[in-house]
């Protein structure tokens, strides 16, 4: 074939070829999978990705350094970046990039100001949110305001004029009540959880503030608009379909407003959630939402709760205020007391989730109270009834019910408590129990318990912080005290109910520490304390009696036996019959000679006292039958210690001693007590062991 004719072929394949390509044009590319389903119960691990557990101010380089001082929101940005809204003395919004380095994107003290960022003030900042441009929503709780950080770094209020209340109408007149969730929707739409006014309000396009869901008065009733009820609403967040997901702090219900305007509730009181705190939802409606016990609870869009954190054997956390979804299957967390934010990620359903460092740090500095008693006068002497540690039991007849968590002061009835300590009230929960003998309020780190909270014997408040509500008969229903709200060390917090005194706690619930180490004024202890007896029980909890030579006879084999020591305590001052707990107890085995052996040269404080541990089987693991008031109508507790099981620094273990490699023969069991002063337990310390062959 000639090379013309090579040319005619070759261009009839090129036409050929183009007109195929135009007569068959590919069509769309085929859909990205559809992401897999979300995981229901699946084993965390709990990484901490910010924050060292100390309250504070602190940007970091580098992950674990920062410092927060009431990390209470979150939301992801697009780019991964978290979004923080540390709350406080900080008032500032933070930033943790994805390298875990934090910095500050607004804020410099308590205020309200608008303008350049850094130049910014907000006060008590809660909830938060950002759009797909990178503006910032926040809920500014303390200003009664909404309020915007632009991704050119401008602060503007979107919505509230400052003053508490309720007004619908346009955004610079609006008025809002302590609101505390913030969310943004695709159409520009801002939802707000309006806290205090228990309704559901929401910023147009436009400016115009509405109200979606909500009346004049808490309640539980699902409906539309006014004729429905909320009972502080404390978060917000949209799920796909466009609806609002609320969670209902006081009705301990997660509420779904639809797109029809209709409120109904999802997550009815009486599962395992016990008054959410936070809600987040994936694209296949799993909720997953966080309460006031430390527990984070997944719903599956079947209305199935099963807990991811705590209840045992997980940890619980001590305030988790936020939750959001990180893109990759698992959740960011803020944990508000623990000025921490977590990271839970899915493991294998085999896999062993590694310890988590949960909780504040053991050592952070307690709140200044320059040894202020919450009694007058603060700066003398009261009696101290009751402390960290102490065997605590019920009314209906269980002597070892729970550890008591705190610090008791003798008071009359109706005298007025007083703050030890300048705080500012965190929790969105900080009051309970009214008219209950465990009212009591909470003041950021600082728990006052047994008395009528904010007001005086007659029930009178003392002043506009302590706003009262009342159900439909005209009885207190509770005492509403907002977040953001301030009181100075010395103001009246309440007056002393019938338990004639006042129970102080120092930290976080389920993290307290010995309250003793806040040093108050006139306190001293010189008394030693007093050992009344040392003895054995076997596996059984049955006592191992002593011999005619007054010896225990204990085999070497077997599961071991459990020590018991039996010891009491007084502090300077108090009457003699007030008998208080021990601050630490322990062991020793010593030879026949009263020679410690090898591994025993000091004693085993196995039971420390110096902050509470988080789990309820403590009580049963420090405590022997026969301790707390075993008979009914007596006045005097026995505290009968096991001291081969561990409560100390927050760990709760069980155990025993086994002496089976030591050689038969005769031995002495040293007890050892000491108090927070120092002082050495005196009285029936020693008993004498023979291991038989």
Do not use: C
Request: proline fraction near 7%; charged fraction near 20%.
């Amino acid at each position: 074939m000639g090379r013309s004719a090579w040319v005619v072929v070759i261009g009839v394949a090129t036409l050929a070829l183009l007109a195929w390509t135009f007569l068959h044009e590919p069509g769309p590319p085929p859909p990205p999978p559809a992401p897999a389903a979300t995981a229901l119960g699946w084993n965390a691990q709990i990484d901490s990705v910010a924050g060292d557990g100390v309250g504070g101010l602190l940007d970091a380089a580098m992950p674990g350094q920062a410092r927060f001082a009431d990390p209470y929101g979150l939301a992801v940005g697009a780019d991964g970046v978290v979004y923080i809204a540390d709350a406080g003395d900080n008032n500032r919004i933070r930033r943790l990039h994805p390298d875990g380095r934090v910095d500050t994107l607004a804020g410099q003290g308590e205020g309200w100001r608008d303008g350049p960022a850094l130049q910014a003030q907000f006060n008590t900042p809660s909830g938060i949110a950002v759009d797909a441009a990178g503006t910032v929503y926040v809920a500014d709780t303390g200003n009664n305001v909404i309020r915007a950080v632009a991704p050119d770094g401008q602060v503007r209020t979107l919505a509230g004029d400052g003053q508490r209340g309720f007004a619908d109408g346009p955004a610079a007149q609006a008025r809002f009540d302590a609101p505390m969730g913030v969310a943004v929707g695709r159409d520009g739409r801002v939802f707000v959880a309006d806290t205090y006014n228990d309704r559901i309000r929401v910023i147009e396009p436009d400016g115009q503030v509405r109200t979606l869901a909500g009346g004049a008065a808490p309640g539980l009733v699902d409906g539309v608009g006014q004729l429905a009820r909320l009972d502080t609403p404390v978060a917000v967040v949209l799920d796909h379909h466009g609806r609002l997901l609320i969670a209902d702090l006081f009705n301990n219900a997660v509420r779904r407003l639809d797109t029809d305007g209709s409120l109904q509730t999802v997550v009815a009181d009486g599962g395992v959630l016990s008054g959410p705190l936070s809600v987040a939802v994936t694209f296949d409606d799993v909720l997953y939402v966080s309460d006031v016990n430390g527990k984070v609870v997944q719903v599956s869009a079947h209305g199935h709760q099963v807990a991811l954190a705590g209840v045992a054997p997980q940890p619980r956390f001590s305030r988790p205020t936020a939750l959001a979804l990180d893109g990759r299957g698992g959740l960011y967390l803020a944990d508000a007391a623990s000025y921490r934010v977590h990271r839970l990620r899915p493991l294998a359903a085999t896999a062993t989730a590694a310890p988590a460092l949960i909780g504040p740090a053991p050592q952070a500095p307690l709140p200044a109270t320059a040894g202020r008693w919450p009694l007058a006068p603060q700066d003398g002497w009261h009696e101290v009834v009751g402390t960290l540690g102490e065997v605590r039991g019920t009314f209906s007849g269980e002597s070892r019910h729970h550890l008591h968590d705190g610090f008791d002061v003798r008071g009359d009835v109706g005298q007025t408590v007083l703050a030890v300590a300048a705080g500012k009230v965190s929790s969105p929960a900080a009051t309970w129990s009214v008219g209950g003998q465990a009212e009591g309020m909470s003041l950021d780190r600082l728990r006052y318990i047994h008395m009528k909270v904010g007001r005086d014997p007659r029930d009178r408040p003392f002043d506009a912080r302590w706003p009262q509500v009342f159900d439909d008969e005209g009885k207190l229903e509770r005492v509403r005290v907002r977040r953001g709200t301030r009181f100075a060390a010395g103001d009246a917090l309440g007056s002393i109910n019938r338990m004639a005194h006042v129970h102080l706690s120092v930290g976080a619930s389920g993290f307290e520490r010995n309250a003793v180490a806040l040093g108050f004024t006139g306190y001293a202890d010189a008394f030693a304390p007093r050992i009344t007896g040392v003895e054995l029980l076997d596996d059984l909890d049955q006592p191992l009696a002593p011999g005619g030579d007054g010896r225990v006879a204990v085999p070497r084999l077997g599961p071991g036996v459990q020590i018991v020591v039996e010891a009491w305590d007084q502090v300077d001052r108090n009457l003699p019959r007030r008998r208080l707990g021990a601050y630490q107890v322990g062991y020793q085995i010593l030879d026949a000679r009263g020679q410690p052996l090898p591994g025993y040269e000091q004693p085993r404080f196995n039971i420390v006292f110096n902050r509470m541990p988080r789990e309820r089987s403590a009580t049963l693991v420090a405590y022997a039958p026969d301790s707390g008031i075993t008979v009914h109508g007596s006045a005097l507790t026995r505290f009968r210690y096991l001291v081969t099981n561990t409560v100390r620094d927050g760990l709760v273990q069980t155990g025993r001693w086994q002496p089976d490699a030591l050689p038969a023969g005769d031995y002495l069991i040293r007890a050892s007590v000491r108090d927070y002063s120092g002082n050495e337990g005196v009285g029936a310390r020693e008993l004498k062991v023979t291991l038989l062959p």
